[in-house]
């Protein structure tokens, strides 16, 4: 099994909404990332998980709480958000941090009203 | 600086033809180089993973190259097909943990 599953594909929500986003990987990879993208630009990295330890926060501020309840796991827990935070959420996996092959998944397509 | 510079930023091209994608990197320490394919709304796709010692590398009708001095990397897509239209991101992975990403280019493949 090669794949990384996001869900749920799409979400809208109000900006006093708490919800959560999940990534899952069965691959036995250590190190787990989110990303941001906006539509025509590149992904922003947001967090590194190495060996469920959160190891990089690119400054993210703290409406978005990400955690990694076990290796195979990795959730994004959104409080408050703003409309500019609507974007493509996707999560990576990988081996382990560095030089290994990253696979992505499909995204989470949010919509904050 | 450590940057990541595609071009062209977007290319029209009639389904059948070849292209050549152009990436250009500043980013040091290089540990090694990804091009991913990335259809609207998905994530993106791996094509090549390349390391400074390796100048070419093929996966199926796409061949990346790669050099190290010049810090130039090319994806050429051969016969192209529909299916190719997507985005082209060039991928610079910095030390062991830092992706620099670069902006890509939009590939629309015509019939």
């Known amino acids: 099994d090669t794949e990384v599953t996001q869900t749920p594909k799409h979400l809208v929500m109000g900006m006093t909404n708490k919800k959560s986003l999940k990534c899952e990987q069965h691959m036995g990879h250590r190190a787990m990332y989110w990303y941001k993208q906006k539509a025509k630009k590149p992904p922003e990295l947001m967090f590194v998980?190495?060996?469920?330890?959160?190891?990089i926060n690119e400054s993210v501020p703290s409406r978005f709480s990400p955690e990694c309840p076990n290796s195979s796991l990795l959730n994004l827990h959104l409080h408050a958000l703003q409309p500019e935070d609507s974007a493509l959420y996707l999560c990576?996996?990988?081996?382990?941090?560095?030089?290994?092959?990253?696979?992505f998944g499909p995204g989470t397509r949010l919509t904050v009203t | 600086k450590n940057q990541v510079e595609q071009s062209p930023q977007s290319l029209i091209i009639l389904e059948g033809k070849n292209c050549t994608l152009q990436?250009?990197?500043?980013?040091?320490?290089?540990?090694?180089l990804r091009w991913y394919k990335q259809d609207t709304g998905r994530g993106p796709v791996s094509l090549t993973i390349m390391t400074f010692s390796e100048n070419t590398k093929s996966n199926g009708r796409y061949t990346a190259t790669l050099d190290a001095d010049t810090k130039q990397s090319s994806l050429h897509i051969t016969a192209s097909q529909l299916s190719d239209s997507a985005s082209y991101i060039c991928v610079v992975l910095r030390g062991y943990n830092k992706l620099i990403f670069g902006a890509g280019t939009r590939l629309a493949v015509h019939p």
């Open positions: 990576a996996s990988e081996p382990t941090v560095g030089f290994y092959e990253q696979y």
């Open positions: 998980y190495s060996y469920e330890k959160l190891s």
């Open positions: 990436c250009n990197y500043t980013v040091s320490p290089f540990s090694n």
